[in-house]
Structure formats: structure tokens, C-alpha cells
């Protein structure tokens, strides 16, 4: 069965203060892997996507990285604007369209 | 382009009653998922259809169906509702099996 463990589950930041969340997963065979951003009452918005292990995607203060067993989303320098809950998700082979996700990181950066 | 349009945007039924959520896809994506998302469970898939075809279906039992319609929007049903099917329900598209946009989901409340 597939899984997708993300930690921490909340975390408080100082603006400035640059930090990484984690995605850990197991999946039976890797199509890709998928970072989100959901602010409250709204749905989950497009970041990047990771194919192969090694890789890396970076979009203005954030940088997803990707290997065989872990996916890092770094924040550089956070900004207040950058408080949201950050979601993972596997897209399994053979599996049309499903994505399984974690539980999300739930970040809050402080002025 | 438009986004992934989700209507209605709030919902209120009792339980037992039954309900019908809408979904307009981004033009030319033909691959529409469901999810519901709640605070204990996170985000789980229930259901995804292609050129007007299921092709695969989560964990959830028979009270919730879905379908899709020639020009790719698709409709969900959820009957006999409870109130654990209090929830935030998203759906999301994408034009081949590959990233998926999501809409602004509609919030179900069972009373």
C-alpha cells in the first residue's frame, strides 16, 4: 500500500528563517511526486512536480528536491505571505490519475 | 485560461437527504478527479473519470458515485448522507496522466 508520511506537522518560522520540510513515501513504482500549497478554504495549488531521484525545481523562494525514499521542500527566507499548509503527493505507476497524500505541513512564518 | 470551476461553492443538507456536486474541468482536460478532504483523514480520492469512463475508484463505499459528461464536466452524488461526510470536496483536473489542477472545492455540511 502506498504512504506518504510528511513531518513536521506544523511548524513556526521567524521571517527570515529558512528551513525544509519533509515528504517521506513508499510506493510501489514512482510516476512522480507532487508538491502543493492550500491556504485556508481554498484547494490545493500547483508547485512542482519531481520525476527521478536527484532532481531538483526551484520557484522563487522555495526548492523541492527528490530521492528513492524522500522529497525535501525547502523555503529560503520565508515571508508572512508564505504561511499556508504545504502538501505532498505520490502519483503511482499503473494507477491513472490517483494521488495519494500526506497529512500536510501546516507552516506559519512570523513578521 | 479558466481554472477548474467547482459549483456550488456551500452546501447544507441533512442526513439521510441526497446532493450533487458539479465540476467544469480546464478547457481540453478530459481526466477529472474527486477527492474529499477532513481534518482527521486529509485528503483521500475517491473517484476518477476519463473521456466519460471511471477509471478508478477509492475507498469510499456505494452512497458516493460520480459520472462525466461529453464535454469532460463531471458531477458527483453523494446519497444518504451522514454526517461524517461533512467535508471539504475537491475536484481537480489534468489533460493527460499528469499534473492535476485543482478547483476551489465545495464545502458539504450535514446537519
Known amino acids: 500500500e502506498d504512504q506518504v508520511t510528511q513531518s513536521p506537522e506544523a511548524l513556526r518560522l521567524q521571517e527570515g528563517e529558512s528551513s525544509s520540510l519533509n515528504c517521506s513515501y513508499t510506493?510501489?513504482?514512482?510516476?512522480?511526486l507532487f508538491w502543493y500549497r492550500q491556504d485556508p478554504g481554498k484547494g490545493p495549488e500547483f508547485l512542482f512536480t519531481?520525476?527521478?531521484a536527484g532532481e531538483e525545481k526551484e520557484k522563487e523562494r522555495l526548492k523541492a528536491t527528490l530521492t528513492k525514499k524522500e522529497s525535501f521542500l525547502h523555503i529560503t527566507a520565508p515571508k508572512p505571505e508564505d504561511s499556508a499548509t504545504y502538501l505532498c503527493?505520490?502519483?503511482?505507476?499503473?494507477?491513472?490519475?490517483?494521488?495519494?497524500f500526506g497529512g500536510g505541513t501546516r507552516l506559519m512564518v512570523k513578521p | 485560461k479558466a481554472g477548474v470551476t467547482q459549483t456550488p461553492r456551500y452546501l447544507i443538507k441533512t442526513r439521510g437527504q441526497q446532493v450533487t456536486l458539479s465540476c467544469s474541468p480546464i478547457?481540453?482536460?478530459?481526466?477529472v478527479s474527486w477527492y474529499q478532504q477532513t481534518p482527521g483523514q486529509g485528503l483521500q480520492f475517491l473517484f476518477e473519470?476519463?473521456?466519460?469512463?471511471?477509471?478508478n475508484k477509492g475507498n469510499f463505499p456505494g452512497r458516493f458515485s460520480g459520472r462525466q459528461f461529453s464535454n469532460s464536466r463531471s458531477e458527483m452524488n453523494v446519497s444518504t448522507l451522514e454526517l461524517g461526510d461533512s467535508a471539504l470536496y475537491l475536484c481537480?483536473?489534468?489533460?493527460?496522466?499528469?499534473?492535476?489542477?485543482f478547483g476551489p472545492g465545495t464545502r458539504l455540511t450535514v446537519l
Open positions: 481537480a483536473s489534468s489533460s493527460k496522466a499528469d499534473t492535476q489542477y
Open positions: 510506493v510501489s513504482g514512482l510516476r512522480g
Open positions: 519531481l520525476y527521478s
Open positions: 503527493a505520490v502519483h503511482p505507476n499503473n494507477a491513472g490519475n490517483m494521488l495519494t
Open positions: 478547457s481540453g482536460h478530459r481526466s
Open positions: 473519470y476519463f473521456s466519460e469512463t471511471q477509471r
